[in-house]
């Protein structure tokens, strides 16, 4: 990294192998081990797992009318994928906070999930907290405790615990016909994220990545109040293309299912997440999305860098939205004005076609 503050300064990527949302397991081999539980079977239980949603959604209040609730439930954690310990924090917290506003809610309290070598200077795991418990308080969220324990590698991230009104609650795979699409946030952190770890990442491109990373999708969300949303789910370490075809249906056996056309001219990017591309600056979870997305996505007419763009997995990543196409504009540009600058629309939402998701 070329600047006058680095980040390297307290050793943690150094102590894991991998960081951030690229440390998921893949896809289809979560589908694999899910498809051998037993269902909940209660009807309370409005999102479960079996439609590869961003939390679960479990009705509070039974019955009739405008007041029902019900509860938003949610946990991610992860290996580091910057050095700056406070830093880390914030990006943690910010993205396991992001799965209730991808559902439509508020979070309320939110639960410390700590894992961290025994050998490791504790000072480290202070700043972390530290900044965790920032966007715990910029969310509007209360930090209720947590659980930890010692481990080779550190890692850190929330448990979290979201309230929304039951007739408002968001899925990730019922977009309507003619919806467009918009991503409030730009693509390419994971791509700088490996440029970083090779020491080739410019100082612009990690802070541009790292503002990214560390702005809540709280504002994306509350901007969406009042217009006609009919899906949203929010990009992290599947990436764009992955967390689309979960938005078409591809993962689930639904009614819904849709094709997603993409406009690739007008994807938010990193701008040097292109050049750090083109030189194969790349990650392995990258590669796990493209072969996930392979069976029913033809990337092959795009160029390189924008193809992995495309499977990039983001690390606190934006919202992508499916509204009503007269409405698009005024929501992206409300959007933007609450501070996500990058928001563009996109893409829409199509009749589903041979062709899962097609470019325009």
């Not at 405790?145 to 448990?159: C, N």
């Not at 693509?187 to 802070?207: E, F, K, W």
């Not at 078409?248 to 938010?268: F, K, M």
Request: hydrophobic content about 45%; charged content about 20%; glycine content about 10%.
């Amino acid at each position: 990294m070329k600047g006058n503050e680095p980040l390297h300064s307290q050793g943690l990527l150094s102590s894991c192998t991998s960081g951030g949302c690229g440390a998921k397991i893949e896809s289809e081999g979560l589908a694999r081990l899910l498809a051998g539980l037993a269902p909940g079977g209660d009807k309370r239980l409005l999102v479960g797992y079996d439609t590869s949603d961003d939390a679960a959604v479990y009705m509070l209040d039974e019955g009739d009318g405008t007041s029902q609730r019900s509860l938003i439930f949610t946990a991610d954690f992860f290996p580091p994928m910057v050095d700056d310990a406070r830093a880390f924090g914030r990006i943690a917290a910010a993205n396991a906070l992001s799965d209730v506003w991808a559902m439509g809610g508020k979070p309320l309290v939110a639960l410390n999930l700590v894992c961290f070598p025994e050998a490791m200077d504790k000072n480290i795991l202070a700043d972390i907290l530290a900044g965790g418990a920032e966007k715990i308080a910029e969310a509007g969220a209360v930090l209720g405790g947590g659980h930890s324990i010692y481990d080779r590698e550190p890692k850190y991230g929330l448990a979290v615990t979201g309230i929304v009104e039951t007739a408002k609650v968001l899925r990730n795979n019922t977009p309507k016909i003619g919806h467009k699409l918009i991503l409030t946030k730009p693509l390419g952190v994971g791509i700088v994220m490996a440029a970083l770890r090779v020491g080739m990442a410019d100082d612009a491109a990690v802070q541009q990545a790292l503002a990214s990373m560390e702005r809540l999708n709280r504002y994306a969300c509350e901007s969406m109040a009042g217009f006609s949303v009919s899906a949203c789910t929010d990009v992290t370490g599947f990436g764009l293309a992955v967390h689309a075809l979960e938005m078409a249906g591809d993962s689930a056996d639904t009614a819904g299912q849709v094709s997603i056309i993409l406009y690739p001219d007008a994807l938010p990017v990193i701008p040097a997440a292109v050049n750090y591309a083109n030189q194969y600056l790349l990650t392995a979870a990258g590669q796990r999305n493209r072969n996930r997305a392979s069976k029913t996505v033809d990337v092959s007419p795009l160029p390189f860098a924008v193809q992995e763009l495309l499977f990039d997995p983001q690390t606190s990543g934006g919202l992508l939205i499916a509204v009503p196409g007269d409405e698009a504009e005024s929501l992206r540009a409300r959007i933007k004005a609450a501070g996500d600058e990058h928001a563009a629309i996109i893409g829409e939402i199509a009749p589903r076609a041979e062709t899962v998701i097609l470019f325009r």
